[in-house]
C-alpha cells in the first residue's frame, strides 16, 4: 500500500482525540502525562497507518494509547527500581522530634 496522504490520517484519527485523551487521562491520572501519552500514541499512529486496514479507527487509537501508557508506566517503574538502596541523606539539619508546644491544641 502507497502512501496515505496526510489529510486521511486528520480526517479518520482526529475525531477520536478526545476519546484517546480521556483514556490516557484515566490510566495516568495525571493531565500532563496525559498530553505525554497521547502526544506519543499519535505519532506512532500516524508512523505505522499506511499499515491500518482495519475498519475501526477509535478501537486501533485507543488500544495504541493503552500500549503507550503501558510501555511509559513501565519504563517509570524501572527507573524507580534503579535507585541504589546505598543512598543516605547527608543533610546536617535537624528536624523536630515532634510538635512544639504552640502547635498543641489545648483540651476543654
Not at 8 to 32: C, E, I, K
Not at 82 to 91: H, L, N, Q, V
Amino acid at each position: 500500500m502507497g502512501k496515505s496522504p496526510p489529510n486521511r490520517f486528520d480526517q479518520v484519527m482526529l475525531p477520536h482525540l478526545d476519546a484517546a485523551y480521556n483514556l490516557a487521562r484515566w490510566l495516568s491520572g495525571s493531565a500532563t502525562e496525559a498530553d505525554d501519552v497521547v502526544q506519543e500514541a499519535f505519532l506512532r499512529a500516524f508512523r505505522f497507518f499506511d499499515g491500518y486496514t482495519g475498519d475501526n479507527p477509535r478501537a486501533w487509537l485507543l488500544a495504541i494509547v493503552r500500549n503507550t501508557w503501558f510501555t511509559e508506566w513501565r519504563r517509570h517503574r524501572h527507573q524507580g527500581d534503579a535507585t541504589p538502596m546505598t543512598t543516605r541523606c547527608t543533610s546536617t539539619t535537624s528536624f523536630p522530634a515532634g510538635p512544639t508546644k504552640a502547635a498543641t491544641i489545648p483540651r476543654r
